[in-house]
Structures are given as structure tokens and as C-alpha cells.
């Protein structure tokens, strides 16, 4: 007994064949244009820096400057001793106390912070040379 195989001819100007591949190819592009659209926005993002980090040093490596009004006006409640350093963007010039740290730059500027005995800020003072003195206390908005 032998079997008999029969082939059928694909018709490939039929309207299914071209609607199967017409939806395959726009899918295509469409996908291929969400992977652009998406390389696109990452390298723009990734331009533009993104928001700050209220520890972020407020200085410049280059220059080791750094900002102590800045850094003053940024202080919150809760802030221990590693977090005001991270702030400022340097070690204390000096400490007096171990609850004491003071921050001077070269402008005249001056940051003198307070902690409490568990290493907890407890207030600040800023002054420089051409402004009042500033001064602020834990727990006091």
C-alpha cells in the first residue's frame, strides 16, 4: 500500500498571508521603536544628574571648598555626627568638646554644631563676616 501525499501551492497574494505578516512586521517595528525610544530616555536621564542628596557634600572636590550656610540650612532633626560631616563635606576643623564641632573656612565663615551625649544634634550656629548670626535648635521648626 503506498500512500499518497498531497502538497498544496500556498497562494502568497492571498489577504490572510498578507495580513499575517503585515501585523508581524508593524509589531516588529513597533517593539524595535519602544527599545529606541527607551535607550533614549536613559541616556537623557542619565545626562541630567538627577535630584540631590540632602547628605550630598555641599563642596567641590576640586577645590575642597565647602558651603557651611548651605550645609547649616540643611541641618534636620535627628542628624547624628556622620550625617552633619557627610553635609558639610568635611571633617570639623575643630572639635572642643566631643559634642562640640566647629567648621571655619577661609571666607570667615563658621559652623558650630551641638550634639547630645547619645551623638544626636542638639543645635547650630552659623555666622560669617557679612551676615547675622544664625542659629538653630533641634526639635524647633
Same mark, same amino acid.
Given at each position: $500500500?503506498?500512500?499518497? *501525499?498531497?502538497? !498544496?501551492? #500556498?497562494?502568497?497574494?492571498?489577504?490572510?498571508?498578507?495580513?499575517?505578516?503585515?501585523?508581524?512586521?508593524?509589531?516588529?517595528?513597533?517593539?524595535?521603536? *519602544?527599545?529606541?525610544?527607551?535607550?533614549?530616555?536613559?541616556?537623557?536621564?542619565?545626562?541630567?544628574?538627577?535630584?540631590?542628596?540632602?547628605?550630598?557634600?555641599?563642596?567641590?572636590?576640586?577645590?575642597?571648598?565647602?558651603? #557651611? !550656610?548651605?550645609?547649616? @540650612?540643611? #541641618? !534636620?532633626?535627628? $542628624?547624628?555626627?556622620?550625617?552633619?560631616?557627610?553635609?558639610?563635606?568635611?571633617?570639623?576643623?575643630?572639635?572642643?568638646?566631643?559634642?562640640? *564641632?566647629?567648621?571655619?573656612?577661609?571666607?570667615?565663615?563658621?559652623?558650630?554644631?551641638?550634639?547630645?551625649?547619645?551623638?544626636?544634634? @542638639?543645635?547650630? !550656629?552659623?555666622?560669617?563676616?557679612?551676615?547675622?548670626?544664625?542659629?538653630?535648635?533641634?526639635?524647633?521648626?
Amino acid at each position: $500500500m503506498s500512500e499518497r *501525499h498531497s502538497t !498544496k501551492k #500556498l497562494d502568497l497574494n492571498s489577504s490572510a498571508v498578507d495580513a499575517a505578516t503585515t501585523t508581524t512586521i508593524t509589531n516588529r517595528r513597533r517593539f524595535f521603536g *519602544h527599545v529606541v525610544l527607551a535607550g533614549a530616555a536613559s541616556a537623557v536621564l542619565a545626562a541630567c544628574g538627577g535630584g540631590s542628596d540632602p547628605l550630598e557634600p555641599t563642596g567641590s572636590s576640586s577645590d575642597d571648598k565647602f558651603d #557651611l !550656610k548651605s550645609a547649616f @540650612n540643611r #541641618l !534636620k532633626d535627628g $542628624m547624628r555626627s556622620g550625617d552633619v560631616v557627610a553635609l558639610v563635606g568635611a571633617e570639623p576643623n575643630t572639635t572642643s568638646t566631643s559634642t562640640t *564641632h566647629i567648621w571655619t573656612d577661609d571666607d570667615g565663615e563658621r559652623l558650630l554644631v551641638t550634639f547630645t551625649q547619645e551623638g544626636v544634634v @542638639n543645635g547650630a !550656629k552659623y555666622n560669617s563676616n557679612d551676615s547675622a548670626e544664625l542659629e538653630w535648635v533641634a526639635g524647633n521648626v
